[in-house]
């Protein structure tokens, strides 16, 4: 099955309005050929997003990096998947280590913030990806066959879901995993997918790595097997290394 890149950049929480001129920088890319060939997706913070979205055009997807269960009500400071689709958004993050660290995020949780997503007509990225104290116990498969079940909705498809797999240990610290267990990582969550949504939609859902992907390091790591992309943090805030990401994608 052939299934375009995507390299998708998640700002986090950086950037203020002058930090457009990198996207703006982005877009230019694309439009100079770098999207015909790979899919790019930026998600700024929420603040950010109005504006991104008029800057991008349709070169250049952009999404949410969080949104709530409910389309609506008494949840202050939350954000819903219908806003982020009013306002363009084409993507939203869910479960990523840092929600689920910093808000106690369950699995539950993320697979409810996922159907949210598809309701809005969004494409959900679930984020999945053991501890370092896991991987060190051997444990890594294990962790992610039980976020994919638990974390991934039924009706999940290639059309409305990406799968993004980042060791949380990986994340922002320069450390990648080895591309031999990368490669295993990936086998495994595809062998799990086409097992419960059936080698149609199961592969066809596109599988990112994410965790430290950088210009120097990314050819190698998206030449393996069944990585479909990246996830990327740092590297995304820089025109510059977002580019050079996209540029080492495999073309499709
Ligand atoms: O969502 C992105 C990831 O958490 C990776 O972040 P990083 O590229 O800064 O390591």
Same mark, same amino acid.
């Given at each position: 099955m052939t299934r375009r890149s995507l390299i998708a950049g998640n700002w986090k929480m950086n950037g203020t309005r002058a930090s457009l001129g990198e996207l703006r920088a982005m877009v230019d890319a694309a439009r100079g050929g770098l999207s015909a060939s790979v899919d790019l997706l930026v998600c700024p913070p929420a603040t950010l997003l109005s504006a991104a979205v008029e800057a991008a055009g349709e070169v250049l997807a952009l999404g949410g990096q969080d949104c709530h269960t409910?389309?609506?009500?008494?949840?202050?400071g939350d954000v819903s998947a219908p806003m982020l689709a009013d306002l363009g958004a084409r993507f939203v993050i869910v479960g990523h280590s840092e929600r689920r660290a910093d808000h106690g995020e369950t699995d539950a949780l993320v697979a409810a913030k996922a159907k949210a997503a598809w309701d809005a007509g969004l494409v959900a990225v679930i984020c999945i990806g053991e501890t370092e104290a896991e991987r060190k116990g051997g444990e890594t498969l294990s962790v992610l066959g039980r976020q994919l079940a638990a974390s991934v909705p039924d009706g999940a498809t290639g059309a409305n879901t990406v799968i993004a797999y980042e060791p949380v240990w990986a994340i922002g610290t320069g450390l990648t995993p080895t591309v031999a267990d990368v490669a295993d990582a990936h086998a495994f969550m595809r062998r799990t997918l086409e097992e419960r949504f059936g080698a149609g939609e199961g592969g066809a859902v596109r599988l990112l790595y994410g965790g430290s992907v950088k210009p120097s390091n990314a050819a190698e790591l998206l030449a393996? *097997?069944?990585?479909?992309g990246a996830l990327v943090?740092? *590297?995304?805030?820089?025109a510059a290394d977002f580019i050079a990401i996209c540029e080492a994608a495999p073309r499709g």
């Open positions: 409910a389309a609506s009500g008494a949840h202050t393996v *097997a069944n990585v479909d943090g740092g *590297a995304s805030l820089k």
